[in-house]
């Protein structure tokens, strides 16, 4: 099995700044750099959304991917030395407010969460105006 357990949330105003971590181990989880790992949020009373995704691509790069809304604000990086995924998340907005997973998967390469297998309980992220 694969454990994730995500950190950073909090509270911040709008404009403001925040950094998750996601941990990720596990006693098949040998190869976490090859793992497609993705961050999603779902707010109260709305699905869970794509945030972003960072998969392992041929020749040892990695492939990211935005949700549109989300492009330019947030960057997506990993630590393959510490098996950790991390979402910098910058000029923030009220409408960033949700729960944010951490989620991995060996061969995803989409954005749909039914495509990831493995999930962290969460992080709440509330954005103040």
């Known amino acids: 099995q694969v454990q994730l357990v995500e950190s950073g949330g909090g509270l911040v105003q709008a404009g403001g700044s925040l950094r998750l971590s996601c941990a990720a181990s596990?006693?098949?989880?040998?190869?976490?750099?090859?793992?497609?790992m993705g961050w999603f949020r779902q707010a109260p009373g709305k699905e869970r959304e794509f945030v972003a995704a960072?998969?392992?691509?041929?020749?040892?790069?990695?492939?990211?991917d935005y949700a549109d809304s989300m492009r330019g604000r947030f960057t997506i990086s990993r630590d393959n030395a510490e098996n950790t995924l991390y979402l910098q998340m910058n000029s923030l907005k009220p409408e960033d407010t949700a729960v944010y997973y951490c989620?991995?998967?060996?061969?995803?390469?989409?954005?749909?969460?039914?495509?990831?297998?493995?999930w962290g309980q969460g992080t709440q992220v509330t954005v103040s105006s």
């Open positions: 989620a991995a998967d060996p061969n995803s390469r989409g954005n749909s969460p039914l495509e990831y297998a493995y």
């Open positions: 596990g006693r098949t989880f040998s190869t976490f750099r090859t793992y497609t």
């Open positions: 960072n998969s392992w691509s041929r020749g040892s790069t990695y492939k990211t």
